[in-house]
């Protein structure tokens, strides 16, 4: 299967030799399959309480499109050769109908990524919509990006050429590697690299202390913090460390395969790179940020945040202090993770 990779915004795309036989239709249905079970399984594991907010709303309509193309070109891939309302369809169609999805998903993180930021912002600010159709915006949010999306994928004339190419070479299937993709991943890395550098020891030092304990039927992490200390619980440099421990806890093995993708370079085709584990690892991320930025403006014993799917960033402070982590008494910080 050749590789195709974008080298910006601007449709231009890097022709690789690796090939393979169109035949591999029955491999490209279980890889399809595998990330829809992988989307499902993700989507079963998140809290059930979470707030409506745009990325909830596109990780679904993003499994929906994995469904709508697994039906399509097992479909395609059953009947071989068939005629629907005028148009022939036929083998060449699964490889052109997966090239398109490549496309429009590679084109979507800079977007998503943004405008899930801007619905946080909005939200730690408490900034109401002027109307209550909350959900109802969210839905046509994600329904008008879709839209622009695949109307600027159909309408370029540098992808136009690269779906007519396979008229000349029909026993390739050239997929596609977003660039988006790669820059977003590399910025968040060096973000948590330079995180990290910043409060290494601090981040060190509540390892070490950190207990793993119940309180309110949800597991918690038990932070070690004294009532009379005069550091102000909600500044950044206080934060920070908890921040990292507690993205890290839930994280890890997403990030090092992160930095193992960057490392050696590894080109994913698009239409698997976009999934719902990397939009909640994105998610995250965003949370964490924006909370960071605007910590200064929250009373963390009351501020109701956005709920994290994976991750609960709400800190909470009580009176009392575990001397014995074993002993029910409450603790005097926690977050829960």
């Known amino acids: 299967m050749t590789l195709l990779s974008s080298e910006n915004c601007s449709s231009q795309y890097q ?6 036989p169109l035949d591999g239709n029955c491999l490209l249905i279980l890889i399809i399959l595998g990330k829809i079970l992988l989307n499902i399984l993700t989507l079963g594991m998140r809290r059930k309480n979470t707030c409506q907010n745009f990325m909830e709303y596109f990780c679904i309509s993003l499994a929906f499109m994995d469904l709508l193309l697994l039906v399509n070109i097992s479909i395609i891939s059953y009947f071989r050769d068939f005629v629907l ?4 369809f036929t083998k060449y169609h699964i490889c052109l109908f997966t090239q398109i999805i490549s496309f429009t998903y590679g084109f979507l993180h800079y977007p998503v990524f943004l405008i899930a930021w801007i619905d946080y912002y909005l939200n730690f600010s408490k900034t109401n919509f002027p109307f209550k159709c909350q959900k109802l915006f969210y839905f046509f949010t994600v329904i008008l990006i879709w839209i622009l999306v695949f109307a600027y994928v159909l309408g370029d004339p540098d992808i136009y050429q690269n779906l007519k190419a396979q008229n000349v070479y ?13 820059w977003l991943s590399f910025s968040m890395v060096m973000i948590l690299f330079m995180a990290f550098i910043t409060s290494w020891s601090e981040v060190i030092t509540l390892v070490q202390a950190i207990r793993i304990t119940s309180y309110m039927n949800e597991t918690v992490l038990y932070f070690p913090f004294s009532s009379h200390s005069s550091c102000i619980v909600n500044s950044k440099k206080t934060l920070l460390p908890k921040f990292i421990v507690c993205f890290l806890g ?10 193992i993708i960057l490392l050696f ?3 994913i085709p698009a239409y698997i790179e976009m999934n719902i584990p ?4 994105v998610n995250s991320f965003l ?4 909370y960071w930025f605007k910590c200064h403006k929250f009373n963390l014993r009351d501020v109701a945040l956005p709920v994290d799917p ?17 002993q029910t008494e409450k603790p005097t910080s926690i977050i829960t993770c």
């Not at 309302?85 to 022939?88: M, P």
């Not at 990397?278 to 690892?281: G, I, R, T, V």
């Open 310 to 326: 994976f991750v609960n960033w709400k800190c909470c402070f009580t009176a009392l202090a575990i001397h014995d982590p074993e």
């Open 265 to 267: 370079k590894v080109q």
């Open 170 to 182: 029909p026993y390739q299937c050239p997929f596609y590697v977003s660039i988006q993709s790669y």
């Open 278 to 281: 990397w939009l909640y690892f």
């Open 287 to 290: 949370i964490a940020t924006v």
């Open 250 to 259: 839930t994280w890890l093995p997403f990030v090092l395969l992160q930095i």
């Open 85 to 88: 309302l005028d148009i022939r």
């Open 15 to 20: 022709l690789h030799q690796t090939s393979q």
